[in-house]
């Protein structure tokens, strides 16, 4: 046998199996990298995630919203089907409390379109409010209309007459923007008379025509927000 041979073989294998054990030890430290940074990234995400959830949307908030928008036909595939009085008070069982527990925080993303009285026509100042609602969102979840009809008349007139003026703002959009997935972002709510009337207090948010603004005036309007919070 030949020994210098065997000595030689044995370098060799020494050396493959050293090698072997050098890139699988390559190997291990890379994918522990790849698993350290896919975690990190996860991290990062959340973090992301975290900090986009804003400080409106709490708890309580959470549940309100959640309400709304399965009773309101945002949470399936049909969407934009809207509530009525009817239904927010039963299907989504929210109170005149509950209605500003959900849109009181939203006032710094949220404007008032007015309407002239017995019009569900929006009115160039309404147009302009509206569209810069629209591209404040920034790909929010949801927008929400919440129209509403003056205190005098009868409740079924009014009722009819906020369902007119939201459907103004939505086709509005629909028109302006162009959006084919506008019927899974927009909520419309039209609330008529009988259901949460706003006070005056509300003349101080972002509302069309201040200087004509009055208890009566702001219930003659469309409520818009957007909305993004995880559920």
Partial sequence: ????????GALVGAGLLGGAT???RHEVKAAASRVDASAQGQKAAVAKADDAEVGYCTADFK???ARVIHACGLSGAGGGRGCQPADVKTL???????????????KERAAVVMFAEGSDQ???????????KWDERKGARYFFVVARASKSGT?????????RRANSVRFHVADKF????????????????????????FCAWDVTHPEKCDPEAINRSAFVSWVDCRL
Avoid: C, T, Y
């Fill in 63 to 65: 549940a309100v919203l």
């Fill in 92 to 106: 989504a069982s929210i109170d005149d409390a509950d209605f500003n527990a959900l849109f009181q925080p939203l």
């Fill in 155 to 163: 409740v079924e007139l009014n009722r009819k007459l906020s369902h």
């Fill in 22 to 24: 050098l890139s699988m």
């Fill in 122 to 132: 929006l009115d160039d100042e309404g147009k302009k409010l509206l569209e810069e």
């Fill in 178 to 201: 162009q959006d084919p997935d506008l019927d899974k972002q927009v909520g419309l709510l039209w609330l008529g008379k009988e259901f949460a009337q706003l006070d005056k207090e």
């Fill in 1 to 8: 046998m030949n020994l210098a041979a065997i000595g030689v």
